[in-house]
């Protein structure tokens, strides 16, 4: 019985004697492989896409050995009753590449060279800077062109690539657009394979030049970003710059802040706007973009928030109130009635200018006695840390302005109202507190007699 080996290209079994009679460990139909010239090529199966390329062949029986040769491919193809039964490249290239050079080669009748152009990206813009937003959209255009230059295929924009570029994401495109996803491709071979492969000469003449895969990925790219000089937006058109400069408290300011800060500068273009806003020394930024706004602090005193929402809720503004002496109502200490009861109290804060130094606590209490219900809105902060220097600039740019905002150090007083029930009588009694104190003095009685 004959020990069958497999040949080392074609990989078909065939007996040892068969195989030494064989070159380098090749069988028979594999050392007599011979141009098989353009007929050949065209009679093999059109899965192969052989037309364009050089190809060798023998033919023993059922059995044929076809090896196809071009300016970049290089692949063996063994055959059974004409049915490709095994198809393998020595080049290593992605799948998605295979395709798109197979699939255009099936269109331009030849095999094909590929043009691939790069997309222009847009610059980073120069630090310090904060992004806005982005938007990018790519799309190709492309075409097969034939040995003669003609469009046999692709976008109805014609290519005019520039640059070069190998990206794969580009080859993923043209195969779905071109509709090549399911086109058969060759499985690669094995170092061996490809080894031996790639020791075959090509024959002469090699194959002429013929039709040309030519890829044009083009990239619509915008960018909105600001930094120390203003807000900038830049697109493949070009750039568009505004400075900072004082303006009036866009809309999008007041939406979400009460009571609304005083805009010391800001920018805008159509889809974009940032401001820099500030409370005494409190100081924020705010952008716009399309999905919305977002702020940062660019230094945080939560305290000066406070004082402009105290002044704002004792109807002053413009104002930053400092308290340097407060009457707190849950602590007055009023007069006296014998033989009659308290039924209520009504306590109106009275303001007048105060000098001294402020306290924070006495805010706080002046805030939760006085403005219970006033709906203080501050945004979060959901940029991020801002780059030190970009900070450090705007904080400048900042205190050029003049502010709008008056700091005004205040004493809070009361006046007082009581309403008491003695012996069936109600009786008022109104008296004033000045700023700090909490004994109640009554300057004016009044009994009002109820009907029995």
Not at 145 to 164: A, F, I, Q, W, Y
Not at 208 to 234: C, I, K, M, N, S
């Amino acid at each position: 019985m004959l020990e069958a080996v497999p040949c080392r290209l074609c990989r078909r079994l065939v007996c040892r004697r068969c195989l030494t009679e064989g070159a380098g460990g090749r069988c028979p139909s594999c050392t007599k492989l011979r141009p098989a010239g353009e007929a050949g090529a065209h009679a093999l199966p059109a899965t192969l896409s052989a037309v364009g390329l050089e190809v060798l062949s023998s033919t023993e029986g059922d059995w044929t050995v076809a090896v196809l040769l071009g300016r970049q491919r290089r692949e063996l193809a063994v055959l059974y009753a004409g049915e490709v039964v095994r198809w393998e490249t020595a080049a290593p290239d992605a799948p998605v590449l295979l395709r798109a050079r197979i699939g255009a080669s099936r269109a331009a009748g030849d095999d094909v060279e590929l043009r691939q152009g790069a997309a222009v990206a847009l610059p980073p813009p120069p630090d310090p800077h904060l992004l806005l937003g982005s938007d990018r959209q790519d799309s190709l255009r492309w075409a097969v062109l034939d040995r003669n230059g003609k469009t046999v295929m692709g976008s109805e924009e014609p290519p005019e690539p520039t640059g070069t570029d190998s990206s794969t994401s580009v080859l993923a495109r043209l195969v779905e657009e071109a509709g090549w996803a399911a086109i058969s491709i060759p499985a690669q071979a094995t170092e061996e394979v490809a080894d031996l492969l790639n020791e075959l000469p090509m024959p002469e003449p090699g194959p002429p030049p013929g039709g040309t895969l030519v890829l044009d990925p083009r990239r619509a790219e915008e960018q909105t970003w600001l930094d120390a000089d203003g807000l900038h937006h830049t697109s493949l058109d070009g750039q568009i710059d505004v400075p900072w400069a004082p303006q009036p408290a866009p809309a999008w300011v007041g939406d979400d802040w009460f009571p609304v800060p005083e805009v010391v500068l800001g920018a805008s273009l159509e889809s974009a706007g940032a401001v820099v806003v500030r409370v005494g020394s409190h100081v924020a930024l705010g952008m716009r973009y399309v999905e919305g706004t977002r702020w940062t602090a660019l230094r945080n005193r939560p305290a000066e928030l406070a004082k402009l929402a105290l002044a704002s809720a004792l109807d002053e503004d413009g104002a930053l109130y400092e308290v340097v002496a407060l009457t707190d109502p849950d602590t007055v200490r009023g007069p006296i009635l014998v033989d009659a009861s308290l039924q209520q109290r009504d306590s109106t804060p009275v303001i007048e200018g105060r000098r001294g130094a402020p306290r924070d606590e006495l805010l706080h209490v002046a805030l939760r006695r006085f403005a219970p219900t006033l709906q203080w809105t501050q945004p979060p902060d959901e940029v991020g840390p801002v780059p030190s220097e970009l900070a450090s600039a705007l904080l400048r740019r900042a205190a050029e302005q003049p502010s709008g905002l008056r700091r005004v150090r205040v004493g809070i007083g009361l006046q007082v109202e009581e309403s008491w029930l003695q012996r069936g009588s109600w009786i008022k009694l109104r008296y004033e507190l000045p700023p700090g104190e909490h004994e109640g003095m009554v300057h004016h009685l009044r009994s009002l007699l109820l009907e029995p």
